[in-house]
């Protein structure tokens, strides 16, 4: 493989961005949603977490493909299919049917994953990291920026235009990976059924993966209780937004995690471990300033969201590193593994979020996110204490580069 140029990676980095936003693009437009399709404000978390359950479905029997068979073609299909998802939900008449749809652009939204997957495969070791960063960057972009597409066009054309235009971005997608992205053609005699047990044996067996996974599932529950709660308060007294203004907090987000696109770089140098533990703390932190939401300002919002986005991204970035650098030939179902629990951690980030602000407000709800972020903190700590931070020796990184 000759690696990836700039431009595949740009396009690439737009195709996880697509993608991924078929997932996300709900969140702004929930209360939009509600009052179109009569839906009650405490089941609108379970539109959320459809798209997320669909995701973890695509993870676990999807994703191992990429390790099987020509990631060019499976991220053709599946830019298609998530295209099918979107336009399910976009021409949906209840609830029901929205489900359905944003459940199937989930399952095949793992497309993100596959071309993960392919770009750390054909990287050299050197560029692996600011390889998988870069591209990774498009899985932030679509997630922050889908908020502020929604929030405008639901203002504008309706909560389903957004669906329609990502549908749309879908097939063209497809059709340019079709024409132009180089084959990987490999031939592995690998199974499916031996691929998905390999997935399962890394629960069980690798420490260095359990502790990733833990720490991904708590990380993306405390980044799922903020952004799939923060229309709530933002559209209720005394600030009273509509999903234009709620979609453009989607910004601010943008420009604290591409401030950790660095990251991959800092874990190429041998510093991924130490990234996570002071961004988790961060993270913790940035709820003291999330949760000031009723005052005569939202600056300390603001500057909660940049730190928030900031340390989820620097972690999810050198998680990835490590992970892929442990397990190099197989990078498509060990990320897939991985991402399963962020899948069930952002889905649970989802249910409880809204659960709590209909419970008590959204003091709750930020609670709620500085717990899940202090665990991912705690299971950090416990990995570091007990030596299991750092791939094994022969993948290439030497303990001490790890740790340091």
């Known amino acids: 493989m000759a690696g990836v140029t700039r ?24 209360e939009a949603v509600g009052r179109d399709l009569g839906l009650a404000p405490e089941s609108l978390g379970l539109l959320v977490a459809a798209g997320q359950i669909g995701y973890f479905a695509g993870l676990v029997l999807l994703v191992p493909l990429g390790d099987m068979l020509n990631r060019r073609r499976l991220i053709t299909g599946h830019l298609v299919l998530t295209a099918v998802g979107a336009a399910i939900a976009a021409a949906a008449p209840n609830g029901v049917l929205v489900a359905v ?5 989930g399952v095949f939204a793992v497309v993100v994953q596959i071309t993960v997957g392919y770009v750390a495969a054909v990287s050299s070791p050197a560029e692996r990291g600011g390889n998988i960063g ?35 971005l879908c097939v063209v997608l497809a059709v340019v990976v079709r024409a132009g992205l180089q084959s990987d053609t490999r031939t592995t005699g690998e199974r499916y059924g031996r691929v998905l047990a390999s997935m399962g044996r890394l629960v069980l067996t690798d420490r260095l993966f359990l502790s990733r996974g833990l720490i991904a599932f708590f990380l993306f529950a405390s980044f799922g209780t903020l952004w799939s709660g923060l229309s709530l308060p933002l ?8 999903t234009t203004e709620i979609g453009l907090f989607g910004m601010v987000g943008l420009a604290g995690a591409l401030g950790a696109a660095r990251a991959g770089k800092w ?18 932190v940035s709820w003291l300033l999330i949760a000031q939401t009723g005052g005569p300002t939202l600056w300390f919002l603001i500057a909660g969201i940049v730190l928030a986005d900031f340390a989820v991204q620097a972690v999810h970035v050198s998680s990835q590193h490590l992970l892929t650098t442990a397990h190099p030939n197989r990078a498509s179902s060990v990320i897939g593994a991985y991402m399963a629990f962020y899948s069930l ?6 249910v409880t979020t809204t659960w709590a602000y209909g419970a008590w407000g959204w003091w709750a709800s930020c609670c709620v996110g500085a717990l899940y972020a202090l665990c991912a903190l705690a299971v ?25």
């Open 101 to 105: 749809g944003l459940a199937v652009a």
């Open 267 to 284: 874990a190429d140098g041998g510093r991924a471990q130490p990234i996570s533990g002071w961004s988790l703390v961060l993270l913790a």
């Open 345 to 350: 951690g952002s889905a649970f980030g989802a």
């Open 7 to 30: 431009s595949w990676r740009l396009v690439l980095a737009l195709v996880c961005a697509v993608a991924v936003s078929t997932i996300y693009a709900i969140q702004p437009v929930l």
């Open 235 to 242: 559209g209720a007294d005394p600030w009273n937004f509509g």
């Open 380 to 404: 950090w700590g416990l990995a570091r204490r007990s030596g299991t931070l750092c791939p094994t020796v022969h993948s290439g990184l030497t303990r001490e580069s790890c740790a340091h």
């Open 134 to 168: 870069a591209v990774t960057s498009g899985v932030v972009i679509g997630i922050l920026g889908v908020r502020v597409l929604a929030g405008v066009l639901g203002d504008t054309l309706g909560w389903r235009a957004v669906y329609v235009l990502l549908a749309v």
